[in-house]
């Protein structure tokens, strides 16, 4: 069973009851991802849209830009993927797993285990000569009986727990929108107080993700037994910050929280309070 991380090698050699979720996005052209899989995917690969499947609809002035998918919704959606509880799901996008990350948080959030993310995504596995094909599958239906058990905090408790030594928040934005110096997509720049910056893509190394020592030795310093430390881990709308949970998991470290509404839902209560620059 993999619960978190699968190389290529590994996913090749599966078979039996496995289902592969091809995840590909692009956040500036939402018609990319399947385009791409038109082209080609992994041999019997279902297809899943980012805004459409794996988020519900914006709310203009209360949501983030990737709202949370309902509960009915998600079970829907696995059963016509032919996810059953004994499946073992191998979720990829095209290379760093920032959107696979969200597919493996939210089966996980449905308790759902047996879902693991490609190291390499669909790059890895074109460069190692795996097989792919452009043809449509004959989805075969399940019976998905998920239930929602989010490990998630939304955006009153984190206002509430502002400052407090037993939280820590983490921003998995790119440094230059963390410190507020750009803001390519949202309408206000920075980044929620106290937070500090842990950038997705440091969890990555040459196209791969690190090792789980070297993922360890980022994470495990913030978690101080003493203080019972919770970690909360956010983002630009909830996508990458899946993907340092991620992390967490595959380090053998305590998975933090998801803010799902993040920094652009953050951003729309005038209210709540903006950082810049530290």
Request: aromatic residues 8%.
């Amino acid at each position: 069973m993999y619960q978190t991380l699968i190389s290529v090698a590994e996913a090749k050699g599966l078979n039996g009851n496995v289902v592969f979720v091809d995840c590909r996005h692009q956040l500036g052209n939402p018609a990319w991802g399947s385009e791409q899989y038109d082209l080609g995917h992994l041999p019997q690969a279902r297809f899943v849209h980012v805004d459409h499947d794996l988020s519900a609809p914006i709310i203009a002035g209360k949501t983030g830009r990737h709202p949370l998918p309902t509960s009915e919704s998600l079970i829907t959606l696995f059963g016509k993927l032919g996810i059953g509880a004994t499946t073992q799901v191998v979720a990829y996008d095209q290379d760093n797993g920032m959107f696979a990350a969200r597919l493996w948080w939210l089966l996980r959030a449905m308790g759902h285990k047996q879902v693991a993310v490609l190291d390499g995504g669909y790059a890895a596995w074109v460069a190692s000569g795996g097989a792919v094909e452009n043809t449509q599958p004959e989805l075969g239906e399940a019976l998905f009986n998920g239930q929602w058990q989010p490990h998630m905090v939304d955006s009153n408790n984190v206002l509430a727990h502002l400052g407090k030594p037993n939280r820590v928040l983490i921003d998995a934005r790119l440094p230059s929108r963390f410190k507020g110096l750009e803001e390519p997509i949202d309408t206000k720049a920075g980044h929620i107080p106290g937070a500090i910056n842990l950038p997705f893509n440091e969890n990555l190394e040459h196209g791969f993700w690190r090792s789980k020592e070297d993922l360890k030795a980022r994470f495990e310093h913030f978690l101080d037994p003493a203080l019972d430390r919770e970690i909360v881990c956010y983002c630009g709308s909830g996508i990458t910050a899946c993907h340092n949970i991620l992390a967490f998991a595959h380090a053998g470290l305590a998975e933090p929280l998801l803010y799902a509404g993040s920094w652009s839902e953050w951003i729309v209560d005038d209210e709540r309070p903006i950082a810049m620059k530290n």
